[in-house]
């Protein structure tokens, strides 16, 4: 596949336009002097609309587009509970999570930890999330960009790795949030319109031009078995989806964990102007996860019959970028460099951060405003280089990247989630018992793995939360008189959400009953 003169054109407006557009919306004012809160959370006043697109920006890149693709194709409709249950899980962030946050004025989720626990638990937290952010995820969004631009277009692969670095470095570096969000706008309206139109062309191909409504009812009478969320023990796919775990176990905790304290996700909500308008960030960010197996799972489960017997699950959605017109092709291909562009961003400028926030200024509590800036963008600038260079090594073996990614995180995910649940919502909960709980996580997780290499990754994860739970609740019991230092503010935290908000939400769980309850 290689992209015609028409398609190379439209991808470069596309690169001109965001990276001006960049530019632009982060601007300093005349003789104005950027300030941390200006460059890393974009002044506190990002608008509802910047909030919920940068939300889905930062979480939909190549990874998700190409490997759930994958996994429609191989497994079916199921794969979607990623996606529908995430939008039930911001819900929660916005309603319980993001009224303590917001309240106690935090830059970062580590900040956070030293607030309530101390400033060891910061540091630990802080070493590891920097650790994940560049060795895991910022190498895997550039690795399976460069391999989708390789595919679609011909560029070699390293050569691909190290444009889409340097672009999004371009992009990101200068103007820190308020770049990356506000034209995350106008990336997740792109990422949306190319979902759609390769959606339509895929069930409009299935029904041989009869339209999306047949095409999709072709799926569902030649490939019934692709259009269960619940899979029993009897589908050799169980392990990756393991039945009911999707909506009563694990995947609560993967979820609740990257929604709820992932620095690159909450970041945005922590810029808003006020808990309201975060609140309603929340609520788009929420209806755009239930649009989104419409763009990434159905043209997977559409190859199943456009393209059988592929080899490698992950050339399900390349194929059928193959298969588009001049022009069209284009615009499709540049909602998924916009998507990756977006998702480096994100990354990028979260790095940034808590280098910056977490390590640099406690170590240099005199440092001026223009100081912390600068050292953020020297931390952004080296992350990326360390990700280019680690790219191929980490992840050039994986025949699937995003398992890597599911894989590693998976180890740390328990862990995370009982630190800050029980910090957030059980006093007594000591820094001790959160160490103890993080470190216990790994290693439980690894001790499972290799031990029980037969339970399904989804049980272990909530097996090991409820583990590592235990644990922490029974030291913090134990060390009578270890109480952490507790600076963070929990009383008084008003819970209240508007009429909207709560129509809102009410409504997600309408559809998610009726999704269930059409797909069983």
């Given at each position: ?160 790795l190290v444009a889409l670095g340097l672009f999004a470095g371009a992009y990101a570096l200068y103007g820190g949030l308020k770049a990356v969000a506000l034209t995350d706008f106008v990336q997740v309206s792109l990422l949306v319109l190319g979902g759609l139109l390769i959606t339509w062309i895929a069930l409009d191909k299935v029904a041989d031009g009869a339209g999306v409504v047949a095409g999709f009812q072709v799926l569902l009478q030649r490939a019934p078995e692709k259009f269960h969320m619940i899979l029993d023990r009897s589908n050799p796919h169980y392990k990756d989806l393991p039945g009911l775990s999707v909506l009563l ?272």
């Amino acid at each position: 596949m290689s992209l015609s003169p028409l398609d190379t054109c439209i991808v470069v407006l596309y690169a001109i336009f965001i990276f001006a557009l960049a530019q632009w919306v982060s601007r300093e004012k005349r003789g104005g002097q950027r300030s941390a809160q200006d460059y890393f959370l974009a002044s506190r006043a990002l608008p509802w609309w910047a909030i919920g697109t940068s939300l889905i920006a930062a979480n939909i890149s190549a990874e998700q587009i190409i490997g759930m693709s994958g996994s429609g194709y191989v497994i079916g409709l199921g794969i979607a509970s990623y996606e529908w249950m995430a939008a039930l899980t911001l819900i929660i962030v916005g309603k319980f999570f993001l009224p303590i946050f917001l309240k106690n004025g935090i830059y970062t989720m580590p900040e956070f930890l030293e607030k309530r626990y101390s400033p060891t638990v910061r540091t630990v937290m802080a070493l590891f999330w920097l650790g994940v952010y560049v060795f895991v995820n910022l190498t895997s969004i550039l690795w399976l960009g460069a391999t989708a631009v390789h595919t679609v277009a011909g560029v070699d692969v390293d050569v691909a790795l190290v444009a889409l670095g340097l672009f999004a470095g371009a992009y990101a570096l200068y103007g820190g949030l308020k770049a990356v969000a506000l034209t995350d706008f106008v990336q997740v309206s792109l990422l949306v319109l190319g979902g759609l139109l390769i959606t339509w062309i895929a069930l409009d191909k299935v029904a041989d031009g009869a339209g999306v409504v047949a095409g999709f009812q072709v799926l569902l009478q030649r490939a019934p078995e692709k259009f269960h969320m619940i899979l029993d023990r009897s589908n050799p796919h169980y392990k990756d989806l393991p039945g009911l775990s999707v909506l009563l176990g694990g995947m609560w905790v993967m979820n609740v964990s990257y929604w709820g304290f992932n620095q690159y996700i909450i970041q945005r909500a922590l810029a808003a102007k006020s808990l309201g308008e975060a609140q309603k960030g929340i609520v788009l960010a929420a209806f755009l996860k239930l649009m989104m197996p419409l763009i990434i799972v159905v043209p997977g489960i559409a190859a199943v019959l456009l393209a059988p017997g592929l080899e490698r699950p992950d050339a399900a959605y390349p194929h059928l970028m193959s298969l588009l017109p001049n022009g069209i092709l284009g615009v499709v291909f540049a909602a998924l460099m916009a998507a990756v562009i977006a998702s480096l961003g994100s990354k990028i400028n979260s790095i940034a951060t808590i280098f910056t926030m977490d390590v640099y200024r406690p170590l240099r509590r005199g440092a001026s405003e223009k100081q912390l800036v600068r050292v953020g963008r020297i931390a952004a600038a080296l992350a990326l280089v360390l990700a280019i260079f680690s790219a191929r090594p980490l992840l050039g073996s994986f025949d699937q990247a995003f398992q890597y990614i599911q894989e590693f995180t998976g180890f740390f995910t328990p862990g995370i989630c009982v630190i800050f649940l029980l910090g957030m919502f059980w006093k007594r909960t000591t820094a001790t018992a959160a160490l103890v709980a993080a470190v216990a996580s790994a290693l439980l997780s690894l001790a499972l793995k290799l031990w029980l290499p037969s339970v399904a990754f989804m049980d272990r994860v909530g097996l090991v939360f409820l583990a590592c739970i235990a644990l922490a609740v029974v030291i913090s019991l134990l060390q009578r008189g270890g109480q952490s230092r507790y600076n963070v503010e929990l009383d008084d935290i008003d819970y209240t959400t508007s009429k909207g908000f709560n129509l809102a939400a009410l409504l997600v769980v309408v559809i998610l009953i009726g999704l269930y309850a059409v797909f069983w």
